[in-house]
């Protein structure tokens, strides 16, 4: 198999775009450490990310929110928000979501 040095250029520019960001700032903050402000602030990212992410496939699809009883994964949410709080462990979240959405979309 051939691989046209376009290709290649290509393959090498999206692995290098995608490792700086994630390594510069890696090692620009390894060298001080930060106050504790910033490190309280950068602990809600993470957080903040996921449920900007899942909020927007629950409740915007096709660009329009839908509130209605046939709207699995809204349906699908409710279950897999509660198992996540009581367990407050991320697998148990993850198969109630998935075992939820799968039988709402099975029986309806």
């Given at each position: 198999?051939?691989?046209?040095?376009?290709?290649?250029?290509?393959?090498?520019?999206?692995?290098?775009?995608?490792?700086?960001?994630?390594?510069?700032?890696?090692?620009?903050?390894?060298?001080?450490?930060?106050?504790?402000?910033?490190?309280?602030?950068?602990?809600?990212?993470?957080?903040?990310v996921m449920a900007a992410l899942?909020?927007?496939?629950?409740?915007?699809?096709?660009?329009?929110?839908?509130?209605?009883?046939?709207?699995?994964?809204?349906?699908?949410?409710?279950?897999?928000?509660?198992?996540?709080?009581?367990?407050?462990?991320?697998?148990?979240?993850?198969?109630?979501?998935?075992?939820?959405?799968?039988?709402?979309?099975?029986?309806?």
């Amino acid at each position: 198999m051939e691989v046209r040095g376009a290709i290649l250029i290509i393959i090498l520019g999206t692995a290098l775009v995608t490792f700086i960001p994630r390594v510069l700032p890696l090692m620009v903050l390894s060298r001080f450490e930060l106050p504790e402000w910033a490190t309280r602030w950068l602990s809600f990212i993470p957080i903040s990310v996921m449920a900007a992410l899942v909020g927007q496939e629950i409740f915007m699809a096709d660009g329009k929110i839908p509130l209605s009883a046939g709207n699995v994964e809204i349906l699908a949410a409710i279950p897999t928000f509660l198992v996540a709080i009581k367990t407050r462990s991320l697998l148990a979240t993850v198969l109630a979501g998935i075992i939820s959405l799968m039988v709402l979309r099975y029986l309806l």
